[in-house]
Nanobody
Framework: QVQLVESGGGLVQAGGSLRLSCAASGRTFSSYNMGWFRQRPGKERERVVAISWSGITTYYADSVKGRFTISRDNAKNTVYLQMNSLKSEDTAIYYC????????????WGQGTQVTVSS
């Protein structure tokens, strides 16, 4: 069992930056693929970014490429999402998620953190 706790959300002006953090419990964090999903108002939840257990492989949705960066610190059991050049359409609840067994089966979810970008 893994518990995920996100932090770092808030209100920011368009063009600004935020960094989200996700702290994970458990001793097997380094074996989990991690991801950030978001749910925008009136939209389905979508995968935004992901990072492999080793940190070597990353995924970015086209809508955030060049603006968002995912990273992880296995020694701190933490994954980060650096968001730059934020746009109003980035407004969403952002969820941290974990996939055990080095798969992309995201079974553990955080409670979500709200990001609001004002234009």
């Amino acid at each position: 069992q893994v518990q995920l706790v996100e932090s770092g959300g808030g209100l920011v002006q368009a063009g600004g930056s935020l960094r989200l953090s996700c702290a994970a419990s458990g001793r097997t964090f380094s074996s989990y693929n991690m991801g950030w999903f978001r749910q925008r108002p009136g939209k389905e939840r979508e995968r935004v970014v992901a990072i492999s257990w080793s940190g070597i492989t990353t995924y970015y949705a086209d809508s955030v490429k060049g603006r968002f960066t995912i990273s992880r610190d296995n020694a701190k059991n933490t994954v980060y999402l650096q968001m730059n050049s934020l746009k109003s359409e980035d407004t969403a609840i952002y969820y941290c998620t974990a996939a055990p067994g080095r798969t992309n089966n995201y079974v553990y979810w955080g409670q979500g953190t709200q990001v609001t970008v004002s234009s």
